[in-house]
T-cell receptor, first 114, second 110 residues
Framework: EAGVTQFPSHSVIEKGQTVTLRCDPI?????LYWYRRVMGKEIKFLLH????????ESGMPNNRFLAERTGGTYSTLKVQPAELEDSGVYFC????????????FGPGTRLTVT | DAKTTQPTSMDCAEGRAANLPCNHS???????VYWYRQIHSQGPQYIIH???NNETNEMASLIITEDRKSSTLILPHATLRDTAVYYC???????????FGGGTRVLVKP
């Protein structure tokens, strides 16, 4: 069974540009989460989807971040326009029907904003 | 979710048991203790979780004190591949997000 996959593995963009990160959860997992670790800080929750609906987006830092999960399968996280402080590693995780179950994490996307 | 306190780092000899402590003195009755680890350049990996009974799986054992204010993750025979940052997380039964702290950086030495 394939694990959580994320694309790209690394992205380097200039300040002000737009970047879209993609996450493919494990097949059949209704719950999808985004987390990020910015430089020197702890891993922080961003948001949680149940199928295509946003269940909790309390961790989204500001309106430059837009997450979507059309059709309840893969998800995208768009940063527009990117700022220097957005640099970090963005992780996606998924879990089965019960939200409090084990979360399986992808390898992350390293975003560098110059 | 309750806050956890872990040592910043610890070393362990290869082949020996590694005992990782965690304090969660403000844990409430409906909160579980979860352990994850992050090996360098990988995403966090689930290890084990428990409510009040001790738990064991193929990776580790989790010992929770009777008052539930602290726990210990035991890696029975540490290998070099167990070098990672280990996170103790307290999470409500109906919770969704994981709240990561600083974790314990474990270095397994030959």
């Amino acid at each position: 069974e394939a694990g959580v996959t994320q694309f790209p593995s690394h992205s380097v963009i200039e300040k002000g540009q737009t970047v879209t990160l993609r996450c493919d959860p494990i097949s059949g997992h209704d719950n999808l989460y985004w987390y990020r670790r910015v430089m020197g800080k702890e891993i922080k929750f961003l948001l949680h989807f149940v199928k295509e609906s946003k269940q909790d987006e309390s961790g989204m830092p500001n309106n430059r971040f837009l997450a979507e999960r059309t059709g309840g399968t893969y998800s995208t996280l768009k940063v527009q326009p990117a700022e220097l402080e957005d640099s970090g590693v963005y992780f996606c995780a998924s879990s089965q029907v019960v939200a409090w179950g084990e979360q399986y994490f992808g390898p992350g996307t390293r975003l560098t904003v110059t | 979710d309750a806050k956890t306190t872990q040592p910043t780092s610890m070393d362990c000899a290869e082949g020996r048991a590694a005992n990782l402590p965690c304090n969660h003195s403000t844990i409430s009755g409906n909160e579980y203790v979860y352990w994850y680890r992050q090996i360098h350049s990988q995403g966090p990996q689930y290890i084990i979780h428990g409510l009040k009974n001790n738990e064991t799986n193929e990776m580790a054992s989790l010992i929770i004190t009777e008052d539930r204010k602290s726990s210990t993750l035991i890696l029975p025979h540490a290998t070099l591949r167990d070098t990672a940052v280990y996170y103790c997380i307290v999470r409500k039964a109906a919770g969704n997000k994981l709240t990561f702290g600083g974790g314990t950086r474990v270095l397994v030495k030959p």
